[in-house]
């Protein structure tokens, strides 16, 4: 997210950014670190600035920024090195102190001021280490002696890791006396080659954990991909497929988590044209465009975020159904109309694969009924040979042997498709006709698989 040519110490740069993302209905901004390898980003007595002199710092930039538009901000304690800080250190709390006193006398005045940051927390599976417990909980007794209107938050790793059955964890995390964890969704950092059902699940626990609490439940999505290698620091964080992140979005929403955060979106969701950009620009305007067509309900974002939320409702379901081609992959078990939605692992049974040949499928409705919407769902999965069709085409008919199309859609094909496996939709877009048959033609144009789990005929969402 730092390609070379930005100078990321420029005030203008800090100011646009911030007030992009208030445009984007951003509500908090994360600091992340304010100092790093013993310079620090903000006017320090005891280090050196790592910008130049003269020049207003990044946080202030920040801060000022923030107070124009009306964004709430958590003001880190880090870094006390670098990003491999060990928090239970007592030399490494010590400069987080040093910190956090220089910037609260520095920026808690600030009507932006919200809360602070304590990064680099530990690993939060099989449960919070008593270190870790104990170092939070220093740090946050410190700063609600100086700030004490002012939240605390941590954001730890590590949740594929958390074991909920015997207790220890939720004993460990009613020790804290933070008042939020964000915990990481690791899904950007593919730490399980499919993670996104089991951290779906383990948000689920985490909101029993936390109603038994003071502590509110936030989730930490992470919106990136790689770029090159796999959780390797030299490559670059370059933006998710959207459909990836929507489902992060619907899944920590769906276990009712109290807030989402992320990491990372400046950098990650650039706005076109106006902007300076951070990220990588073709990608970062492409996520900056769904995400607000997302936002402002538009397009197939709505209809594919329903079926992340629920058992979407259609008039196809149970109605009966015939394949041009016969299914292929030998695991599934279902079929294109039962209601049976996949999930964002490859293997699970309600995906239907076609290999090296296209989809087509004829759904019978029995009778002539209205039609007002088609869609039908995909997954893509780089690292098995599953891609997106590259077109679908909509067609009805009266008789089952004269169609007429009625919507060809060109399916985005995401280039940041290295790592992840996600679901995405084809949409028709709202239409007005009537037909007893109905014909959904997947254009296989890559020439592995095909994998579908669903064809919806006048969805309800």
């Known amino acids: 997210m730092n390609p070379e040519g930005v100078d990321a110490t420029s005030p203008e740069l800090w ?29 320090s007595k005891f280090m050196p600035a790592a910008y130049p002199a003269g020049r207003e710092s ?10 124009e538009n009306n964004l709430k901000v958590f003001m880190s304690t880090g870094w006390a090195k670098d990003q491999d800080d060990n928090p239970g250190l007592p030399e490494t709390r010590a400069v987080q102190l040093k910190i956090m006193h220089e910037t609260a006398k520095l ?8 809360g602070w940051y304590l990064p ?8 919070l280490s008593q270190k870790a417990v104990d170092a939070a909980n220093e740090l946050t007794a410190e700063a609600k002696g100086i700030t004490p209107k002012a939240k605390v938050m941590i954001s730890p790793y590590g949740l594929r890791f958390a074991k909920f059955d015997d207790g ?51 989730a930490n999505d992470e919106s990136f991909t790689w770029e090159k290698g796999l959780n390797v620091r030299p490559s670059a964080l370059i933006p998710a497929p959207f459909p990836r992140y929507l489902s ?60 992340f939320n629920s058992d979407i409702k259609h008039d196809a379901i149970s109605k009966p159904v015939s394949f041009k081609h016969e299914p292929a992959a030998p695991f599934s078990s279902g079929n294109l109309t039962d209601g049976n939605l996949g999930t964002e692992i490859n293997t699970d049974k309600n995906w239907l694969g076609f290999e090296k040949s296209d989809m087509v499928a004829t759904i019978d409705l029995g009778k002539k009924e209205g039609i007002k919407e088609l869609a039908a769902r995909f997954l893509s999965y780089k690292l098995k040979g599953i891609f997106l069709p590259t077109l679908v085409e909509f067609s009805i008919s009266d008789d089952g042997k004269n169609y007429k199309t009625i919507k060809t859609v060109t399916m985005d094909q995401y280039l940041n498709d290295r790592y992840d496996c996600w679901i995405d939709v084809a949409w028709s877009g709202k239409v007005d006709a009537a037909a007893r048959f109905v014909r959904v033609w997947a254009v296989n144009g890559i ?15």
Not at 16 to 43: D, H, R, T
Request: aromatic share 12%; net charge negative; hydrophobic share 40%.
């Open 168 to 218: 220890k964890f939720a004993d460990q995390i009613a020790k804290l006396k933070v008042d939020i964890i964000a915990y990481q969704d690791e899904i950007g950092c593919v730490v399980e080659p499919t993670p996104l059902p089991h951290m779906k699940e383990n948000f689920k626990q985490l909101r029993e954990v936390h109603n038994k609490t003071s502590i509110e439940l936030w």
């Open 107 to 114: 920026y808690s005045g600030h009507k932006s001021f919200y």
């Open 447 to 461: 020439g592995q698989w095909i994998y579908s789990d669903e064809i919806l005929v006048n969805p309800a969402y």
């Open 15 to 43: 100011r646009l950014k911030v007030k992009e993302l208030s445009g984007m209905g951003i509500e908090y901004l994360i600091i992340m670190f304010v100092a790093n390898e013993g310079k620090s980003f903000y006017p």
């Open 248 to 307: 992060q979005l619907a899944g920590v929403s769906s276990a009712g988590v109290d807030e989402v955060v992320s990491f990372a979106i400046c950098g990650i969701y650039d706005k076109p044209g106006s902007s300076i950009p951070i990220g990588e620009p073709v990608l970062a305007t492409k996520a900056f465009s769904d995400y607000m067509d997302w936002k402002g309900g538009k397009g197939r974002w709505p209809l594919l975020a329903a079926t």
């Open 120 to 127: 680099c927390e530990d690993v939060v599976g099989p449960y």
């Open 58 to 67: 990044p946080v202030e930039s920040i801060m000022n920024a923030a107070d």
